[in-house]
């Protein structure tokens, strides 16, 4: 159907055809989505040149410290978003509560689930950073229906991706019909298709996970990461740690080389451990894309699709990445090892 140099909404609309979809809105939508990762990638080349690095002194609704890049993206986002015109409802890291578009919603068939800047704290020592959405579609109309069109299971997502801001830029996307990969060519302003039909290894030789946190984690990841890092050939271990602290930077490189990236439920003594990658807009759409890829997403107990959402910001655990690795993870959470 298509090759490497393809544009992104070309191919965008080579896939609808041959899915017999005809509207145009889903390529219209994913374009919007890809104009504003554009922007973004020429915001963050710039930022310490316009003044936009550093923290804005507020927290969002995770208690986070606010980047000032992290605003500016969300507010591309929006507007990319509002001006589709395909669009009901936002749900943002940065964003306290949902945002309804009053009037679209009336016509809108999509509702967006985003993190404008993952890995922010990467931004002002010139890291990796990304962004992550998540589509849906509405579920009806009127008020009474938003609880609905936002807390919907993974599997109801119709495309997931991210787009990572680093030596190129790169879209990477799945409409539930595999993944492909795009690089930003910034002499002509497009997404060109560079990574077709991104397929996971089985099984990797690398780990990703902040073993600053080891003291918050439960015996069962401790376990599980020993075992990682225990020399035995026959098992092709040990490990190798590689660790960005961009998540979407982390899934990136699994992705194409085979890994696990964990982020397990963390607790400090006084509380049981939790999860602190949010699902609707970090979790879902990665587990979306790495089982598109041929991957698994997990809980530790349940699959990341298969949560169901109780809250716009919900966190939870998330081990991610090539199939055999992650079932080997989860036999650790669930006691099998």
Same mark, same amino acid.
């Given at each position: 159907?298509?090759?490497? &140099? ?13 899915? /017999? =979809? ?40 995770? /208690? ?32 306290? =509560?949902?945002?309804?578009?009053? !009037?679209? $919603?009336?016509?809108? !068939?999509?509702?967006? $689930? ?20 998540? %589509? ?52 002509? /302003? ?7 039909? %991104? ?67 963390? &607790?400090? /003594?006084? !509380? ?14 990665? *587990? ?13 107990? #349940? ?20 199939? #055999?690795?992650?079932?080997?993870? =989860? #036999?650790?959470?669930? *006691?099998?090892?």
């Amino acid at each position: 159907m298509s090759g490497k &140099g393809v544009t992104l909404p070309r191919h965008l609309l080579q896939t609808q055809r041959a899915q /017999g =979809e005809a509207s145009g809105e889903f390529t219209a939508l994913l374009t919007q989505i890809s104009l504003a990762c554009k922007v973004i990638a020429r915001e963050i080349g710039r930022a310490a040149l316009a003044g936009t690095l550093g923290a804005t002194g507020t927290v969002n609704v995770q /208690g986070e410290q606010v980047k000032k890049l992290d605003l500016l993206a969300n507010g591309i986002m929006v507007d990319a978003l509002e001006e589709s015109g395909l669009v009901c409802t936002l749900v943002s890291e940065e964003m306290d =509560e949902p945002l309804h578009f009053g !009037k679209a $919603c009336e016509r809108a !068939k999509y509702v967006v $689930c985003f993190d404008p800047v993952d890995g922010s704290s990467n931004i002002d020592i010139n890291g990796v950073v990304g962004t992550i959405f998540s %589509i849906r579609r509405r579920t009806g109309q009127g008020p009474e229906h938003v609880a609905a069109d936002l807390l919907q299971r993974g599997t109801a997502q119709v495309a997931a991706g991210y787009a990572m801001y680093g030596p190129s830029t790169v879209f990477v996307y799945t409409g539930g019909d595999g993944v492909n990969g795009f690089t930003l060519d910034p002499t002509i /302003g497009e997404f060109l298709l560079s990574h077709e039909g %991104i397929r996971i290894p089985g099984r990797g030789k690398t780990y990703s996970v902040n073993e600053g946190h080891v003291h918050r984690w439960d015996p069962q990841t401790r376990r599980l990461v020993e075992h990682l890092r225990t020399a035995d050939r026959a098992t092709g271990r040990p490990y190798s740690l590689r660790y960005v602290g961009s998540l979407v930077a982390d899934l990136h490189r699994t992705l194409l080389e085979g890994a696990i990236y964990l982020y397990p439920a963390e &607790g400090d /003594g006084a !509380k049981p451990p939790a999860g602190k990658l949010r699902l609707l807009y970090e979790a879902a759409p990665l *587990g979306f894309v790495a089982e598109q890829a041929g991957g698994r997403a997990s809980t530790g107990a #349940e699959r990341i699709l298969e949560v169901q959402p109780t809250s716009p910001h919900q966190r939870v655990p998330l081990l991610i990445g090539s199939p #055999e690795d992650v079932a080997l993870a =989860e #036999e650790f959470h669930q *006691g099998k090892r």
